[in-house]
């Protein structure tokens, strides 16, 4: 892999994780994260890992699937930060305020988290942990990995479809990906999905069903976002991951069951 390839996959590690990246030397000048989204999926399988290895020492200690599922979803938060969560509490608590869009754009960067934010927040973060807490170890590995690397493929897919709603923050200094760099994120999380498919039985059902749920999941997101913010942010791709990620839990949860 060329230094130019290593500065963007450290780029994507260091946007969507917590963890201390170190980038490599003279990596070939100044990368945009835009540029870097083909290694979003690669972001995901590190953030499943976190969670399946939660999720199988809680298991391997004789805990209980709830247990396990609750310490998976709080080891995939860790590692992220928390910075997807955080989006969707600004991204709900800018849907539900009142007045324009200025209104809706200042409800976002507000610090604090209203009453939709937080009703959102718990949701999400127990449909994560109800999904996951009746699968096995294997089967809760697939999950996440499908979940994890498909979800970041969808942002990449809504930075490409969308339009950024401010002239400054996030979603402006991340720039406009390329459509290839774009179809190499999808690749990924395809190749992720084969893989996971292998691991747990979730049939063609699975394969086909999952991406097009993850993508039709941050597609409703972006109009939304579109038509109440005049565009996405940062807090509205962080929005979409979650809950293409939820999606395809539940989806492949079901698939299992």
Do not use: K
Request: proline letters at 3%; glycine letters at 14%.
């Amino acid at each position: 892999m060329n230094r130019r390839r290593q500065v963007e996959m450290a780029l994507a590690l260091a946007w969507l994780t917590r963890l201390p990246v170190r980038f490599p030397a003279r990596g070939g000048g100044e990368r945009t994260l835009a540029e870097a989204v083909w290694a979003f999926p690669l972001a995901g399988v590190v953030v499943a890992a976190a969670g399946a290895a939660a999720f199988v020492v809680a298991h391997c200690f004789g805990g209980p699937g709830l247990l396990a599922a609750v310490l998976a979803v709080a080891a995939m938060v860790v590692v992220t930060g928390a910075l997807h969560e955080d989006g969707v509490a600004d991204f709900f608590d800018g849907l539900g305020a009142r007045g324009g869009r200025t209104a809706r754009l200042a409800a976002m960067r507000d610090s604090h988290v209203g009453v939709y934010g937080v009703i959102a927040l718990i949701l999400l973060l127990a449909a994560r942990v109800a999904a996951l807490s009746g699968l096995s170890g294997g089967e809760a590995l697939a999950a996440l990995l499908a979940a994890a690397t498909l979800s970041r493929a969808a942002m990449a897919w809504l930075m490409l479809t969308g339009a950024p709603a401010r002239t400054d923050g996030a979603g402006r200094a991340a720039g406009e990906p390329g459509e290839g760099a774009v179809a190499a994120a999808g690749g990924l999380a395809l190749l992720a999905l084969v893989a996971a498919a292998v691991v747990a039985p979730f049939g063609i059902a699975g394969l086909v069903l999952a991406p097009v749920l993850a993508l039709t999941v941050a597609e409703a997101v972006g109009r939304r976002a579109a038509r109440r913010f005049g565009g996405y942010t940062g807090d509205v791709l962080g929005a979409a991951c979650v809950l293409s990620e939820t999606a395809v839990l539940i989806l492949l949860a079901l698939l299992l069951a």
